[in-house]
């Protein structure tokens, strides 16, 4: 699951349950000051002795990590157990699973067919593999094409729980692809953002299958793996690999099983960290490995660059590329990728110009709970020699500045089960500083006319482009905002606030409305219907957008239930479709009740409305109705 320092929080093939993005963010900022209070380790014994630190402090079961410097691997070592039961201990070739780093090679891989002139990024989808179906309104003028794929700008949803949580032994790419083609749907012109879905590699590994002639996981040993050095690594799970396979735990120590998943190109690659090190040491050789060439250093350098996103051409080529992007956390100029499935953690890092870089594997642990601070110490001790070296800046009028301020919104969810959540959570302000932008709370200075990178780092991670009248705030091509009016954001605070204390105020009433009941004087003051209509409403409103984070945070169980009718995913479906309903009859009683006070008739009156308001919305992203095995 790709990260970005600054924002978009991306999703992965059977992710970690996703957190709300604000405790996230304050999460790794938490981290990455850490990182920054402490000095850069001094010698590799520091840094080992370091990580193991923080590997215990923070629960993790086992991890492995390869540190390269000038070129060569320096540290190769294991820390705590890959089976808690057994007391076995992990070692440089335990195999973890590396989860999303597997897109990493399934770019390596398009790009060989590439240099080979056997495919061209720019090829046309529909030309490549008429027989997968899927729907871009604009086809015609802009059609979804190979690049668009593995640069993740095809505009599609990430995959949905059904899809995610399918166990495949046995099934082939294609299959895997086919099943999940309902939901290749383009939201936006393909080619205009960058959101995470793990499909889009899926797809172009079918379209790997294809061209040469040969099923992705051998193409991938004889091409890719085995003449980079990686002697076992797989993208099937071999008797040998299962041997050697460390077991995983979720964070309530309860072990994980493994998943068969049904889109290998997207996080199927099991390995060792002595062979994902080899990884670095391709990129980090510029496509060669102990002399064997795998790529051509302008291939590589493509890899690296993202082309076909609005930010892309806005300035920001170093964002997502194909399968590769920016993890500078501490040091300068990194990049890679990681990934989580099953409860295993993966990263990988490099900086070409120094020659450097690293791998860390987990058994347990999510996410920025142990991976920005530890990558972040890594990074500062292969940076401790190297002086930084930030893009110039460039003079851009004060009033160029000011046109740029106000707020943004998240438009770009990368599913539509988070969609409510990341453009509430997601919502961000611009203001001027000297010579600059703040957001999100940091200072940004412009590198261009449109492009800015953070007052502590190197690049431009953020850039501003009008496309149809709209004004986006894009980031390192990950992510978007969408510019909104002052006045647009007082409305919608007005609106939730009077859902929210409607709602409160009908919780407080409840007992004293009980009470007239009980005497039988409730009647004569209007009756229980228009007091009880939008307490109703919001009860089913609370149910509608609490129960899918419920869901979604409650581990692989919750999110199985989100995945298919159940007792989760049904009740969510009827909130959905009775709020509006009960939010309508809540005004309808407000205005034809008589005999009740005014007080009575205006909460009723105003709660309804402002969840009818919600209604509105909630239609307008398809969750009424929410059948969440779909989203």
Known sequence: ??????????????????????????????????????????????????????????????????????????????????????????????????????????????????????????????????????????????????????????????????????????????????????????????????????????????????????????????????????????FTLTPELASRLAKSYAPDGAPTPYQHIIMPPSGSLATSVRELARLVLFFVGRGTVDGQRILSPQAVARIEHGESSLAARAGLGEGYGLGNFPLSEAGQGFRGHNGEIDSFTSVYGYSAAQGSGYVVLANGGEGVDFRTPVTGLIQAYLSRKQAPSPAPLFAVEQGELAALTGFYRNVTPAKNLMRPYAEVLGMSRVTLVDGGLRIGGKPYLPTGKHTFRRADREAASLAFAVQDGETYLLSGGLGDRKREATWRIASYAVVAALALLGGVFGLLALPVWGVAAYRKTLQAKGGWKVRVMPLLAFGSLCGTFILPLIGISGGIGTMAMLAAPSLLSLPILLCSVTFPLLAAAGVWHAVRTRHASRLVRWHAGLTSAGILVIAAYAWSIGWIGMRTWTM
């Open 1 to 234: 699951m790709p990260s970005s320092p600054d924002h978009g929080l991306p999703s992965t093939i059977r992710a970690k349950p996703c957190r709300l993005l604000g405790a996230l963010l304050l999460a790794m900022a938490s981290s990455t000051a850490a990182i920054a209070a402490e000095p850069a380790p001094s010698s590799l014994q520091e840094l080992d002795q370091r990580l193991a630190k923080m590997f215990a402090q923070r629960g993790i079961p086992g991890a492995a990590l390869a540190v390269v410097e000038d070129g060569k691997v320096v540290l190769l070592k294991g820390y705590g157990v890959a089976d808690k039961a057994g007391g076995v201990q992990v070692t440089p070739d335990t195999i973890f699973r590396a989860a999303s780093i597997s897109k990493s090679f399934t770019s390596i891989a398009i790009m060989q067919l590439v240099e080979n002139g056997k495919l061209k990024l720019d090829a046309r989808l529909a030309d490549l593999t008429p027989e997968i179906s899927f729907n871009n309104p604009w086809e015609q003028s802009d059609p979804v094409r190979l690049v668009h794929l593995l640069e993740h700008t095809t505009g599609w949803s990430d995959i949905s729980a059904r899809v995610e949580l399918q166990n495949g032994p046995g099934w082939s790419v294609r299959r895997g692809v086919e099943f999940a083609s309902p939901e290749y749907v383009s939201r936006w012109r393909p080619g205009q953002f960058a959101v995470y879905t793990n499909a889009g590699p899926a797809v172009a590994g079918y379209v790997l299958e294809k061209v040469a002639g040969q099923d992705f996981a051998a193409y991938e040993r004889e091409h890719v793996l085995r003449p980079m050095g990686m002697a076992s690594a797989d």
